[in-house]
């Protein structure tokens, strides 16, 4: 018979000095595996006599569960340190400084559109849009454009081949015909649940297009669209509203005034001045006796409020679209349009803002 003291020394020795994981697993294997030395001599109990079996087999027994129980402690401890081991070597440093990381930077555009609805949506506006490509009856005819104004000649509008009903369509040369889908929405609306026309107060950022192209003027340009229909705004609440947002977005009290103009949309239309003076190369916008027009504006024409079936004598209101680009120029000292769209990289790092500190109702404008 073996000897089993002989055995298990030189086991558990073994397991005492395996040095790593895939060491104690291979003494494992070699030791209580299926073909292992402890499992081997297990078998030799078949060809004993009842006596001997009596007296060995439990001494085995207890051979094997000592040297299973010695490979569960020497793991566990092998366990510690390899895990006391990594903990050391992948240990990071906090107070290291960090890599610059290359950042993006937000398009004064971009910029100026997020400043805009962050003050209309302080005032309750909520934001609409409507597609870029548009028909001539939302862009022209419902806004009561006559049939032959010369907005809808080719020098002012671009327009598409004629479709398979002769109808062409156009880029929209300005954010109106918004007015005109958000109108129809809210009939809809008020059809639909039997009830009065929900009070609108919206604005509409986005692209509008015109054949143009010079240091002011690019065929590509923005606006931001505003409406407001109810039953009791007049034309007092259309200055205050919009001198209430120039001087938030300029962020300084900003001298005003208000031209008479004509849109074939509003009734009475204006165009809004703002008052600006140059010092040497520079713009300073809210003094001064200069005046620059920024936006038109005016009450919202009966025709237009008829063309999508809302009673002009129950219903009123204003509208008003400012040239976003223009606003941009102004106040970030940028001085010519065409490099907003020249997709300059180094102009988009030097005009641009930083993508983590957008505008919003918490912050303010300026960070
Ligand atoms: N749509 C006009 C333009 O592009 C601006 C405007 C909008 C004027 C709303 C009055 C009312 O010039």
Not at 122 to 147: H, Q
């Amino acid at each position: 018979m073996e000897n089993l003291d002989e055995i298990q020394n030189r086991i558990s020795t073994a397991i005492e000095q395996a040095i790593d994981l895939g060491a104690l697993e291979a003494l494992r294997v070699v030791a209580l595996g299926k073909k292992g030395e402890v499992s081997l001599v297990l078998r030799t109990l078949g060809a004993m006599s009842p006596e001997q079996r009596q007296e060995f087999g439990p001494k085995l027994n207890a051979l094997k569960t000592e040297l299973n129980a010695a490979i569960v402690r020497r793991r566990g401890t092998l366990e510690a340190e390899a895990l006391e081991q990594r903990l050391a070597e992948e240990k990071i440093d906090v107070s290291l400084p960090t890599q610059p990381i290359a950042m993006g930077s937000i398009h004064p555009v971009s910029q100026v559109f997020a400043e805009a609805e962050a003050i209309f949506a302080d005032m309750g506006f909520a934001v609409a849009t409507g597609p870029d490509i548009e028909t001539d009856f939302y862009n022209f005819t419902a806004l009561n454009f006559p049939p032959k104004h010369p907005a809808r000649q080719m020098h002012d509008t671009f327009f598409f081949a004629p479709d398979a009903n002769g109808e062409r369509k156009v880029l929209r040369t300005h954010t109106s015909p918004v007015q005109i889908r958000t109108l129809q929405a809210v009939v809809e609306q008020a059809k639909r649940d039997g009830k009065e026309l929900e009070p609108v107060r919206i604005i509409a950022p986005g692209r509008t297009y015109r054949c143009d192209s010079d240091q002011t003027h690019t065929p590509m340009f923005h606006q931001i669209e505003g409406l407001v229909i109810d039953q009791t705004t007049h034309m007092g609440h259309l200055k205050g509203c919009l001198q209430d947002f120039i001087s938030a977005f300029f962020e300084t009290q900003v001298k005003a005034r208000f031209r008479p103009h004509h849109f074939p949309f509003t009734e009475p239309s204006a165009e809004m001045d703002i008052g600006y003076e140059r010092v040497g190369n520079e713009i300073r916008v809210g003094q001064g006796d200069s005046w620059m027009e920024i936006l038109g504006c005016g009450m919202v024409h009966p025709n237009v409020l008829r063309s999508v079936g809302i009673d002009p004598d129950v219903y009123q209101g204003f509208a008003f679209g400012v040239g976003v680009d223009r606003l941009a120029m102004l106040k970030y000292g940028i001085p010519d349009l065409r490099e907003f769209f020249a997709a300059d990289q180094r102009w988009v790092q030097h005009y641009g803002f930083s993508p983590i500190s957008q505008p919003n109702l918490a912050t303010g404008l300026s960070s």
